[in-house]
T-cell receptor, first 114, second 110 residues
Framework: DAGVIQSPRHEVTEMGQEVTLRCKPISGHNSLFWYRQTMMRGLELLIYFNNNVPIDDSGMPEDRFSAKMPNASFSTLKIQPSEPRDSAVYFC????????????FGPGTRLLVL | EDKVVQSPLSLVVHEGDTVTLNCSYEVTNFRSLLWYKQEKKAPTFLFMLTSSGIEKKSGRLSSILDKKELFSILNITATQTGDSAVYLCAVRNQGGKLIFGQGTELSVKP
């Protein structure tokens, strides 16, 4: 049974470029979470969706970040324009429901903005 | 503001030692507390705790929650080098949001 799938696994880009990170949750899970992890700030929740609807985006750092979930099997996190301080590992996680189930993490996308 | 605090931030022990990792929290509408292990990749789930005083156990790892004092501990007995990792504590509120602690970096020396 496939886990959470993220792509790309690594991304190197130049400041000012648009970056799109992709996530496919575990089939049957209806909650999806985007996290960012850095040495300085640890693991931070950016946004989460329940049944494809964004529930809490209070962790999204600023307007340069946006996330969509057009259907139950796909989500994107977009950064436009990217900045060096956006360099981090971005994790996507999914759970059967937002309130009471374990979240399963994808392998992460390691982003480096030069 | 909801927060989760773990201690110690880092720990170095020798194989065979027993370690106790701590997690304290202040979260409105507490739902559950989770422990994750993170090696050089994504966090992997260890335990989910919802009730006070009931120990969860998996092999050499065990964990317990105290909802009155707002903390949890994760014990690892007879540590092995493969236990070296960052251990993350996270607390879930009613809305499903997970608030993570900063993690405890455990290094087990042979």
């Amino acid at each position: 049974d496939a886990g959470v799938i993220q792509s790309p696994r690594h991304e190197v880009t130049e400041m000012g470029q648009e970056v799109t990170l992709r996530c496919k949750p575990i089939s049957g899970h209806n909650s999806l979470f985007w996290y960012r992890q850095t040495m300085m700030r640890g693991l931070e929740l950016l946004i989460y969706f329940n049944n494809n609807v964004p529930i809490d985006d209070s962790g999204m750092p600023e307007d340069r970040f946006s996330a969509k979930m057009p259907n139950a099997s796909f989500s994107t996190l977009k950064i436009q324009p990217s900045e060096p301080r956006d360099s981090a590992v971005y994790f996507c996680a999914s759970s059967f429901r937002a309130g009471g189930e374990t979240q399963y993490f994808g392998p992460g996308t390691r982003l480096l903005v030069l | 503001e909801d927060k989760v605090v773990q201690s110690p931030l880092s720990l170095v022990v020798h194989e065979g030692d027993t370690v106790t990792l701590n997690c304290s929290y202040e979260v409105t509408n507490f739902r559950s507390l989770l422990w994750y292990k993170q090696e050089k990749k994504a966090p992997t789930f260890l335990f989910m705790l919802t009730s006070s005083g009931i120990e969860k156990k998996s092999g050499r790892l065990s964990s317990i929650l105290d909802k009155k004092e707002l903390f949890s501990i994760l014990n690892i007995t007879a540590t092995q080098t493969g236990d070296s990792a960052v251990y993350l504590c996270a607390v879930r509120n009613q809305g499903g949001k997970l608030i993570f602690g900063q993690g405890t970096e455990l290094s087990v020396k042979p």
